[in-house]
């Protein structure tokens, strides 16, 4: 491996884009509908055009982790879906979601270089009228919300001055390999876009555990393996004054937001720690209307941190 692991924003994103292809979230657009508004709010408030296509499917990864079905599926299924966005839009490829990010990466990564698995796939996505040629790169809104922070900060209209921020970074972000910006052990880069949002940044020991679902145990083992696991890290969260926690991941959202109350009804907490994703946490600074954010979607109700910055009674 020649490629660094960690790089800058710069680095990662050499090209401020005008343009860009939004990879949709099967879990964000139906457990978290106000995600994908955020993001695009944020993007359109950053003077990026966004554009979406209903053909483009999901990024087969879920089912691919739980053994569903072996790796050819999933190797074209992806090769479709970024063939589409050569073919349409000649654009590159952002993601709001972890798991769409990390499964769109590492299975380009294992066709483009192995041509017995890209012939494979262009044979079978090649009767709908595609060809994959592996031009679109794939990058998470989150580099781009980084790479733009100064930006950001002078777009800031409602300041979250006083608010206690976590992070959860989740795993298939930081697991990568190379070309990320931060290190998996002690990321910062979200604490600092906190701070450009006037918010308070807090470390808490069990910040860096996972969500625990691994996307097949939120199925299978709930009770005896997710929820201890979850009370643990909200135990320390808690300890530290955390008063929101914000995700990168629809899928850990789900899991740090929808076992709350499930915790609370086996003696665990109750903890009332809000979870949203980062995308709608810029948004709400950047003054989009509170209606449109999406909170109603929580189990865990945001309207504390609402009250708190004054923007309800």
Known sequence: ?????????????????????????????????GTEHC???????????????????????????????????????????????????????????????????????IIDHNPDYKKMANDLIGQWGYHYQGKTQVYHVQELYYLLLDRIKELVVRPLNGLRIASHYGCHYLAQQYGILDEGDLPTFHEEIYQALGATPVFYKERRMCCAYAVGRGFTHPENVVQPH???????????????????????????????????????????????????LIALALGAPLEEIGFNANSTPVEPVLKKLGLIK
């Open 1 to 33: 491996m020649t490629q660094k692991r960690v790089i800058k924003a710069e680095e990662r994103i050499p090209q401020i884009p005008e343009k860009l292809f939004l990879f949709r979230s099967c879990t964000g657009s139906m457990e978290y509908p």
């Open 39 to 109: 993001v695009e709010f944020v993007l359109k408030k950053l003077g990026i055009e966004v554009v979406k296509d209903p053909d483009q499917t999901c990024c087969s990864g879920y089912i691919l982790t739980c053994s569903g079905y072996p790796a050819e599926p999933s190797l074209a299924v992806t090769a479709r879906n970024l063939a589409m966005v050569e073919q349409r839009y000649g654009l590159d490829t952002y993601c709001f979601c972890n798991g769409c990010f990390g499964y769109n990466t590492e299975l380009k990564h």
């Open 230 to 280: 979850l009370a643990r890290k909200f135990d320390s969260a808690k300890e530290e004054g955390v008063e929101l926690i914000t995700t990168t991941c629809p899928g850990c959202n789900v899991a740090l937001d929808r076992e709350q109350p499930k915790l609370a009804k086996r003696g665990f907490g109750p903890y009332d720690i809000p979870v949203i994703d980062l995308g709608q």
